[in-house]
C-alpha cells in the first residue's frame, strides 16, 4: 500500500503540472502523513543535508567549464581538429560529429550544452553539403548523450551522492561504454548515409591537420588533465572540477581570446541557473529518499521481483525496462534520484556490481533524453539547428535503436564494463 502511495502521490502531482522537484517534496509529505508521521522539520533537515555535501560542488564547476568551453572557442576548435582528420571521408561530416561529441563528452559531460554547441556549428554545413537535415540533427542529438557516460560527468556525481558508490569507480567504468556508444553510431551513420548522394569534404593536407592539432591542442589537453589527475590520485573529481573551470577561463581568455570579460556575467549567470535546477533537485529527492527508506519501499517492491534475484542478467532486463519507460517521462536527473533509493537495496540484494549497475543506469537515462515526449536533447536539436520536432525523431530512430543494441549488449556481458574500470582504477 506503501508503493501505491508514493507512486500515486509523484505521478498524480506531476500530472497536473507541478514541477518535478516540487512533486518530489509533495510525494515525501504524503507519504508522512500516511505513516502518520509529519513533522515539517523532516523536510527542512533532510534539505539542507542534502545540498551540505562536498561531493556535489563538482556540478556547478564542471557546468560552468561547459559554459565557458563553449563561449571560449574550445568546441568550435574541437570541431575543425575533427574535421581536418576525417571529414573527407563518405559521410565525414556525420563521423565528425561523434568524434567531436566524444571528445567535447570528456571536458564538459552536459548532454545539453555539447549537443547545442554541434548543432549550431555542424547542421548548417551538413545542410549546406546536402545531408538530409532531419538524419543529420538526429545524429547529433545521438551524440550529445554520450556526455553523460563519459566522465567527467554530472550524472554520475548525481547517482553516486544518491547510491553512495564511488564516483572515480563510475568515472573510470563510462569510459570504455561511452566509446563503445560512439563507435555504434558511426557504424549506423556509415549504413544509412548510404541514401544521400553526398560528395566528400576535401582531404585535408597535412600540413592543414597539423595546423588544426595546433590551433585545438589546448582544448584536448583539457580531458587529459581531468581524467589523469582524477586516474593518479593526484585530485578528487571535486577538485578536478574546480581545475576544469579554472583551465577553461584561462584557455577562453587568455589562449583563445574569444572569451571577453564583459561575457563572464552572461556565463556566470546561465551556470548558476542550470546548477540551482539540479541542486533543487537533488535536495527534494533527498527529502522522498528518506522517506522511500522509512517506509521500506524497496522491501516492498522486492517482493514482487523476488523470483528474479537469483537471476541477475534477467534481472537487469527487467529494471533497464523500467528505467528506459520512465526515461520516455522524466528528465535524466529525476530519473536517478527518484529511481535510485528504490533499486539500490535490489541491486545489492541480487548481488549485481553497483558500479556496473551505475554505468547502466546512466546509459539508459541518457537514452530518455532523446525518446519523446520530454526528449530534452531532442528539443535543444529542434530549436538549434531550427528543424520541426517530429523530423527529428524520425530522423533519430536508427540511431536510438543502436544505443539501445549497446545496452542490452552491456546487459548480456557484464564485463565490457566491469573488467576495463577495474584496469582503469
Known amino acids: 500500500m506503501t508503493l501505491l502511495v508514493f507512486i500515486a502521490s509523484l505521478l498524480g502531482a506531476m500530472a497536473i503540472g507541478v ?189 592543414d591537420r597539423l595546423s588544426a592539432t595546433g590551433r585545438a591542442l589546448w582544448a584536448l589537453g583539457m580531458p587529459v588533465i581531468i581524467l589523469g589527475g582524477i586516474k593518479a590520485g593526484v585530485v578528487t573529481p571535486t577538485e578536478a572540477a574546480v581545475i576544469a573551470a579554472a583551465y577553461a577561463l584561462f584557455v577562453g581568455m587568455v589562449v583563445y581570446r574569444e572569451l571577453k570579460p564583459k561575457d563572464l556575467p552572461r556565463v556566470i549567470l546561465q551556470a548558476a541557473k542550470t546548477t540551482s535546477i539540479i541542486m533543487f533537485l537533488v535536495c527534494a529527492a533527498l527529502v522522498s529518499a528518506w522517506l522511500i527508506t522509512a517506509a521500506n519501499i524497496p522491501a516492498e517492491v522486492t517482493r514482487y521481483i523476488a523470483p528474479l534475484i537469483d537471476r541477475p542478467k534477467l534481472l537487469m532486463f527487467v529494471i533497464m525496462l523500467l528505467i528506459l519507460v520512465v526515461g520516455t517521462a522524466l528528465d535524466l536527473t529525476p530519473t536517478i534520484l527518484i529511481l535510485t533509493p528504490v533499486l539500490m537495496p535490489i541491486i545489492k540484494q541480487a548481488g549485481i556490481d553497483p558500479v556496473y549497475f551505475g554505468v547502466l543506469f546512466i546509459m539508459n537515462c541518457c537514452i530518455g533524453l532523446i525518446t519523446p515526449p520530454v526528449g530534452v536533447v531532442l528539443n535543444v536539436v529542434s530549436g538549434v539547428g531550427r528543424i520541426p520536432l517530429g523530423k527529428v525523431v524520425t530522423g533519430i530512430l536508427p540511431f536510438l535503436a543502436a544505443q539501445i543494441c549497446v545496452l542490452m549488449l552491456l546487459v548480456l556481458f557484464p564485463d565490457i564494463v566491469i573488467v576495463p574500470a577495474r584496469w582503469l582504477h
Open 19 to 207: 514541477p518535478v522537484a516540487f512533486a518530489l517534496m509533495f510525494c515525501g509529505v504524503i507519504l508522512m502523513w500516511f505513516m502518520g508521521m509529519f513533522n515539517s522539520q523532516i523536510i527542512a533537515q533532510n534539505m539542507i543535508i542534502g545540498a551540505d555535501t562536498f561531493t556535489l560542488l563538482a556540478i556547478p564547476f564542471f557546468i560552468l567549464a561547459g559554459e565557458l568551453m563553449n563561449s571560449g572557442g574550445l568546441s568550435k576548435r574541437i570541431i575543425e581538429f575533427a574535421i581536418a582528420c576525417v571529414g573527407h571521408i563518405r559521410g565525414g561530416l556525420g563521423v565528425v560529429a561523434i568524434m567531436a561529441a566524444v571528445i567535447m563528452a570528456s571536458i564538459s559531460g552536459s548532454a545539453a550544452a555539447d549537443t547545442a554547441a554541434l548543432a549550431a556549428i555542424l547542421i548548417p554545413m551538413m545542410a549546406k553539403a546536402g545531408y538530409n537535415v532531419p538524419r543529420s540533427g538526429g545524429l547529433i542529438a545521438s551524440g550529445g548523450i554520450i556526455a553523460p557516460v563519459i566522465p567527467p560527468s554530472m550524472a554520475f556525481i548525481v547517482f553516486g551522492v544518491a547510491a553512495n558508490v564511488s564516483i572515480t569507480q563510475l568515472f573510470m567504468a563510462g569510459i570504455v561504454p561511452g566509446l563503445i556508444m560512439g563507435l555504434s553510431l558511426v557504424a549506423t551513420w556509415l549504413v544509412v548515409v548510404r541514401k544521400d548522394n553526398v560528395a566528400p569534404l576535401p582531404k585535408a593536407s597535412t600540413t
